[in-house]
């Protein structure tokens, strides 16, 4: 899919390869279909001008915001006209490269009526939703409350006088603040609200509400509706209309509260169904699933640039190789930026894993067998979190890995770090979430003597053996076995979960206690994640990936435990399974392996597949010409547009032709 110019700077780095590339591409894509539609899906994107990215760091928000739903409109024209699948209008959209509302509306609005809405519910939104008659946000979070759900204030109270909610904002905090999409472009807002029936109160509940004209586009009678303004960097999240939103004393018909879950009957009875309750919460885990794929996509473009640049680039010399070195050869560099390449790829892997999870889940709820959704919802929460702090300081180590060009928007680094970074917050705050995960991790201890942990969890079976038992690495080969790497981390997050667990139980069970022990709490969450990405990456490479790429993925699966193994040697330490020998050992082992990615280290980038155009990087092009780019993009500076800057004649001559000596001058 790529698409260099003729001239290959890159050439001798590709010549070194040692594994087959397009089956490479192959795996990374998903499999030989999912492959050939990134492709096509990738081609139309970047040969159609309506989607070039050129100059959108350069717009303003309100031009910006225009182009974006130009974009966006044309997408979905285009789908229609070439009457596009699902899987390929989605990954039409994801090569567009733009957050922007169908995010939301095929991302999160759709899913949760399927999800919350009965039968009945989704045959009346779903085909509506499905043609874009309407277009829908998730309106969850408000000015006062985000990640305390419980909390928001929003109020839906039932009139069984005319059949209908009464949607209500009744203070400033109560304001929805930050749904994507709700600010200018939703028609309909799917709206989390406190439900209130005969004056009482059964917690947030799930409603549609038509917030928009049909006919007009204008906001309905009693509707506050606007875009919260311009956020974090140039470009970036700023294509989205995140938006605030306000009712007062809206009447909505009482079908339009989502009725899976609960229902209101028409004289006002409200009525539990016995699934629990936490379904509610099923948008959520859809979204924080697929967030590990999307990590990996977005590291992957960070490392394909930087790696490719540092190939290109050089600076210094020694006098054993004439010439200077391409800065890659530094050890360095190269113990920067290829852990971050292996956790691309890691990062891939696991999220092949995450979908198969979710399915397996949900066909589990459909036969309403809800014993795994605990274990679930761990995992989408923790893993969410892990990959894209990982993935945000990533990109950013990336960007400095380019030196100075790396600061340019040319690089594409910048605009890819702010339109990246919100993942951090957005479907939840990365710190909130690794306290879901403790919990979890407390509850599944406290009951491990009468209920056998499940799936990622299962190894807590096994916490009496794991506390005992130290590594019996005493050679660096003996850390390269899957066995031994897997059990230390098993054996960590066993002893960070099962320590704090035990000064828990020591104490009173208040949640001050609670509170007090939180870091070590994150800490053991984090244990547990980076054990599943691990563990989950290795399980992943021994299920049948193809000969000619084998080699090659288990130098990076080695590379990505080493690594996170070593950036944690002070838990590893603490917790006694490991001496500070067989941490240096596995640090020998880690270099091994960065030789053996470096004559692969471009392949490897070229596997992801990014176009030049889905990359929008001088740094990262193909062909590696780097420098040519660089110096022709200055010349479309909207500065150098004119030889003399606009403004000399007011603000620089004046000051150039005073000709006067400055009062504080001591010349
Ligand atoms: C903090 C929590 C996790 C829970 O808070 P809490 O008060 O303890 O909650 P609770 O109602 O008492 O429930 C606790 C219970 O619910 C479970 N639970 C929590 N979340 C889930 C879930 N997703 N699936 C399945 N189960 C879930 C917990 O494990 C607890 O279970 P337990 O009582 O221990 O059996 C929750 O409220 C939460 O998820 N907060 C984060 C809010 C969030 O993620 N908002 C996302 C808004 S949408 C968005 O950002 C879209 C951006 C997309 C884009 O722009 O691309
Ligand atoms: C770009 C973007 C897009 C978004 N899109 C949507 C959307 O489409 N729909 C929607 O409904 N929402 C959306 N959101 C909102 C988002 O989901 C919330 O911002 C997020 O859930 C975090 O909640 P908060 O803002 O309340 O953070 P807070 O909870 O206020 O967090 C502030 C700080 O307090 C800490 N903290 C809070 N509680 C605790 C605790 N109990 N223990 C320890 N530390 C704590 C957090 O870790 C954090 O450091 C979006 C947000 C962004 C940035």
């Known amino acids: 899919m790529q698409d260099g110019n003729g001239l290959d700077h890159l050439a001798g780095e590709r010549a070194m390869a040692q594994f087959d590339l397009q089956a490479m591409k192959v795996y990374l894509a998903g499999g030989q279909r999912e492959y050939e539609i990134s492709t096509k899906m990738a081609q139309l994107v970047a040969n159609d001008p309506v989607f070039s990215k050129e100059d959108r760091v350069r717009l303003a928000r309100k031009d910006l915001y225009k182009n974006s739903l130009r974009k966006a409109g044309h997408a979905w024209k285009t789908i229609l006209e070439k009457g596009l699948s699902e899987v390929e209008g989605l990954k039409l959209r994801h090569f567009v490269d733009e957050p922007t509302y169908t995010d939301l509306h095929w991302g999160m609005f759709i899913p949760a009526i399927k999800g919350q809405g009965t039968e009945e519910q989704q045959h009346k939104w779903l085909p509506l939703a499905y043609k874009m008659a309407i277009i829908g946000c998730y309106a969850q979070t408000e000015l006062g409350h985000g990640s305390n759900v419980q909390g928001l204030e929003t109020t839906a109270t039932f009139d069984p006088t005319t059949d209908e909610f009464i949607m209500h904002s009744p203070t400033v905090t109560s304001t929805k603040w930050w749904p994507g999409g709700l600010g200018k472009a939703s028609t309909h807002a799917l709206v989390y609200a406190r439900l209130i029936t005969d004056k009482k109160d059964h917690g947030i509940h799930a409603f549609i509400a038509p917030i928009r004209s049909l006919e007009d586009h204008t906001p309905l009678p009693n509707v506050t509706v606007g875009d919260i303004g311009v956020k974090f960097g140039n470009g970036g999240y700023n294509t989205m209309d995140n938006g605030f939103l306000r009712f007062d004393h809206v009447r909505i018909p009482r079908e339009n509260m989502l009725m899976r879950l609960a229902t209101v009957t028409k004289d006002g009875k409200y009525v539990r169904s016995n699934k629990p309750r936490q379904l509610g919460y ?19 473009r960070a490392v394909t640039i930087a790696v490719r640049y540092s190939a290109v680039r050089r600076q210094f010399g020694n006098k054993d190789e004439p010439g200077e070195l391409q800065v890659i050869q530094y050890r360095t560099q190269q113990s920067r930026l290829f852990p971050l390449l292996a956790t691309a790829y890691a990062y891939r892997a696991v999220g092949f894993w995450m979908k198969s999870l979710y399915a397996d889940v949900m066909k589990r709820l459909n036969d309403n067998d809800f014993s795994t959704l605990p274990e679930v919802h761990a995992c989408t929460a923790g893993l969410k979190s892990i990959t894209t702090s990982v993935t945000a300081d990533g990109i950013e180590e990336c960007r400095k890995l380019c030196g100075g060009h790396g600061f340019l928007c040319a690089s594409g680094l910048p605009e890819l770090y702010a339109a990246y970074v919100p993942a951090c917050t957005y479907e939840g705050d990365n710190t909130i979430l690794l306290l879901q995960v403790a919990r979890f991790l407390l509850k ?4 491990v003597s009468k209920v056998r942990p499940v799936g990622t969890a299962a190894y807590l079976g096994n916490i009496k053996q794991l506390s005992t038992q130290n590594c019996k690495v005493s050679q660096g080969h003996d850390w390269l076995n899957t066995s031994v790497l897997l059990e230390a981390f098993e054996a960590r997050s066993a002893r960070q979960a099962a320590a704090v667990a035990l000064r828990l139980a020591k104490g009173s069970g208040s949640e001050a206690e609670f509170q007090e022990n ?10 547990h994640c980076q054990l599943i990405l691990v563990s989950k990456f290795i399980e992943q490479l021994q299920t049948g990936t193809p000969e000619g790429i084998r080699k090659q993925l288990e130098v990076l699966c080695y590379t990505y435990a080493f690594s996170q193994l070593i950036d944690n040697a002070g838990d590893f330490l603490a917790t006694g399974y490991v001496t500070g020998n067989q941490i240096a050992l596995a640090k020998e082992e880690l270099k091994h392996m960065f030789d053996k990615i470096r004559p692969n280290a471009v392949a490897l980038v070229d596997a992801f597949d990014h176009t030049d155009d889905y990359l929008g990087s001088a740094l990262g092009r193909y062909d590696g010409d780097v420098y040519t780019h660089l110096y022709k993009g200055a010349f479309k500076e909207s500065l150098n547009d004119t030889v003399v800057v606009d403004g000399y004649e007011e603000y620089l001559k004046p000051v150039l032709t005073q000709n006067l000596w400055a009062p504080h001058s001591k010349l």
């Open 518 to 527: 939180t870091p070590e709490l994150v800490e053991s969450a984090r244990a």
């Open 444 to 447: 599944t201890l406290s009951q």
């Open 282 to 300: 099923g948008a959520m885990v859809f979204v924080r699933q697929g967030i590990v794929i999307d990590a990996s996509i977005y590291l992957s």
